[in-house]
């Protein structure tokens, strides 16, 4: 089965697909939260924009969308979902890079939103961030053609993920933990949590929303589960071994932190075999799947390669 | 009409109602966030907590309660929205406080939560408060019983009042307008959305989950935006004449600031008058309502007669 499927998925283009999704979960962004020339709002809407449009790659709306396409699902039925995935994201984000946090002063190259607006507009940003992803994903035309219950599970879902049960939760932890001795259990924990959770939640509720089965839905949340601790591991490794010119990121952070994270726990060589092991266990959670569910294998074997 | 409503009034015991509520209320809030003995969320849900239970009027999520009573619905149907509400103003109230925003080191007569757990706890536990508020409203216990397409509209209006449209625009507006000189656009346009947007909300949801009609509902909207103007203006009364040991908070921390406020924009007795005026509007708002409504009449008047 698995060799069938590696097989496959030969012929599968990540890099187009990427794109493709990319520029559709963008241009959806922007209709959602448009530029203010004037008004009130103004300021806290380019504060906002700022983080939002400051390149992300997209990873956690693209895998919303192709959780839907999974179970035979269309992109564009998910996308105000995928669209309140990546507005949770940047809040956590401009939220983590804050001085009492982790003081980043750089994030995807450019300033951090608290660098440039100011530490008060920063938080209200993300804040403003966060509430919106709830209005988005609650608007009537994002549910009235869909089942009500799967939205409101979905809506469930995601502010499970995301708060103290899920990202907050792990966030807390690693801020907690900085400059003290861990153990497997926290690390592990940190990772599922502060990373683990709206990745995992990012591709149920593609599925969920999309009319996928409870069978389905499990083996995409073992897939999401294994995905986003391997992503955070890698995310550690590369903060070690990459370079700030490529990160565009402070390289070297966590160590200076004295964070908690796999590669310090376990070495470089053992994180990384960690990593790959998640990988292929989330690709074996799919395997049932057929080719609708190759754009989530290649996003699983990107992890591992890429650079930043 | 008014009169009649006045004199119905006579036999109402506001203080015995919302004592009673706020036990309801209190006890709900217990019971979706209870302490944690141990395990790794034990300090992120105590400083959720400690902001939680110190001793809040419990005002919107009362308010809450009252509209689904108004409209013929009971205080249990609307119960988790109610606590939803109290976690999203107790979010609200723990991030203005910090250094970076009003720097309150003293609310409601005990230190601030940054001040007990530092500024990254404490913007994590407003984080985790705003994010279980979503959480509360969309477990299945919460609406399966209800008409779902009400509940989806409830938590779109929710967020809207509390996003970039509603609080958190008013408090960026509050923060950017400190020490300049105001127009009384801008200073209703601060109040009406920092503290006004999520009063109408808590009334307005209370309606809508039990069924209010629209017309019920528009009335319900009007008497909540108008007490949210007199609430606002009373409080930035109370800033000035109060003391500390009365408000629990420091006092002439308004003006300290260069805050735009009411009083500061039209003196100490017009702004009374504005707020007798709001308070009058409010009432006026909901006299087709019978005696179901009596509470919120009473609580109306109880706004303008506050001393904390």
Chains 1, 2 share one sequence.
């Not at 990546?86 to 809040?91: A, M, N, P, Q, S």
């Not at 008060?120 to 992803?133: F, K, N, R, S, Y």
């Not at 990121?249 to 310090?264: A, I």
Request: charged letters at 25%; a negative charge.
């Amino acid at each position: 089965m698995w060799k069938k499927r590696e097989a496959e998925m030969e012929g599968f283009d990540l890099k187009a697909y990427a794109e493709e999704k990319r520029k559709l979960i963008n241009s959806a962004l922007e209709s959602y939260l448009p530029d203010k020339a004037d008004g009130y709002e103004k300021e806290i809407v380019e504060a906002m924009r700022y983080s939002l449009f400051a390149g992300g790659k997209r990873l956690r709306p693209i895998l919303c969308l192709a959780g839907s396409e999974a179970v035979g699902g269309t992109s564009e039925q998910v996308l105000p979902f995928a669209c309140a995935i990546e507005l949770i994201h940047t809040y956590s984000l401009i939220h983590d890079d804050l001085p009492s946090m982790d003081d980043d002063s750089l994030r995807r190259g450019i300033p951090t939103n608290h660098m440039v607006f100011g530490e008060a507009i920063a938080i209200l940003a993300g804040d403003g961030l966060l509430t919106e992803a709830f209005r988005i994903m609650t608007l009537p035309r994002t549910w009235e053609a869909m089942e009500h219950s799967r939205v409101l599970k979905a809506v469930n879902i995601l502010a499970e993920a995301a708060g103290y049960m899920g990202m907050v939760g792990g966030q807390a932890m690693d801020i907690r933990c900085q400059g003290m001795p861990a153990d497997p259990g926290t690390v592990e924990y940190i990772h599922s949590h502060k990373t683990g959770a709206l990745i995992r939640a990012s591709v149920v509720c593609g599925a969920l929303l999309a009319g996928g089965t409870d069978e389905q839905i499990n083996a995409l949340s073992s897939y999401g589960s294994s995905l986003g601790v391997a992503f955070q591991i890698w995310d550690d490794i590369l903060d070690i071994e990459g370079h700030t010119e490529v990160m565009g990121k402070e390289g070297g952070k966590d160590l200076q932190l004295g964070k908690v994270t796999y590669p310090s726990v376990l070495g470089i060589d053992r994180a990384k075999k960690e990593a790959y092991r998640y990988i292929e266990k989330g690709i074996e959670a799919i395997k049932d799947f057929g080719r609708e569910a190759d754009p989530l294998r290649a996003i699983a074997r990107y992890v591992t390669e890429r650079r930043r």
